[in-house]
């Protein structure tokens, strides 16, 4: 049982480029979300998914794009990196919002 | 909108207690409380919904107050493993807030032999 799957683990990336992160879940779990991790900061965050088709802003949406492709696979997309995007990234699910969240391992960015 | 937790840090001696607040100027729907291994993800450890009990395990326990739109985590006879940061996610009533989470800043929990 995988659970929440975040690929990739690591990544560094140039000021200027674009990647995305991947994120996908076998829990069967309608609500999907990315947050971002900085020292002292907690967990903020950037977008999430209700539902297969449905995403919506977080706290911290920009410079950031979102796909839910399908009820499994929710996706983050850095256009342009800047160095204030370094952070830990983490995705997560839930059966509904009245349920608990299981994240995945995180994605750790630097932007250089 | 960040919920505030206290303390920001505490240090135990193994078999010692510890609560951990958390408070929101917000009304809440539900409480969620996680804890975080450094270097790992986040583990779910119990919610807390508007208008239901009190939960928890054998010594690991959570209280709601409604009223207040404060928790708090009960840790008694601390273990080694309970080390690790503790977060309190809140989740506000009504509107397009619902399903998402608001997380504190956390709460740095040393266990020691």
């Known amino acids: 049982n995988a659970g929440v799957t975040q690929t990739p683990k690591f990544q560094v990336l140039k000021t200027g480029q674009s990647m995305t992160l991947q994120c996908a879940q076998d829990?069967?779990?309608?609500?999907m979300y990315w947050y971002r991790q900085d020292p002292g900061m907690g967990l903020r965050l950037i977008y999430y998914s209700a539902s297969e088709g449905t995403t919506d802003k977080g706290e911290v949406p920009n410079g950031y794009n979102v796909s839910r492709l399908n009820k499994r696979e929710f996706s983050l997309r850095l256009e342009s990196a800047a160095p204030s995007q370094t952070s830990v990234y983490f995705c997560a699910s839930s059966l509904q919002g009245a349920y608990g969240y299981t994240f995945g391992s995180g994605t750790r960015l630097t932007v250089v | 909108q960040q919920p505030v937790q206290s303390p920001q840090a505490v240090i135990l001696r193994e078999g010692e207690d510890a609560v951990i607040n958390c408070s929101s100027s917000?009304?809440?729907?539900?409480v969620h409380w996680y804890r975080q291994k450094h270097g790992e993800a986040p583990v779910f450890l119990m919610i807390l919904l508007k208008g239901g009990e009190q939960k928890g395990h054998e010594k690991i326990s959570a209280s709601f107050n409604e009223k207040k739109q404060q928790s708090s985590l009960y840790l008694t006879a601390s273990q080694l493993s309970y080390s690790g940061t503790y977060f309190c996610g809140t989740e506000i009533t009504g509107g397009t807030s619902y399903g998402k989470l608001t997380f504190g800043q956390g709460t740095i929990l040393t266990v020691h032999p």
């Open positions: 917000k009304a809440l729907y539900s």
């Open positions: 829990m069967n779990h309608n609500s």
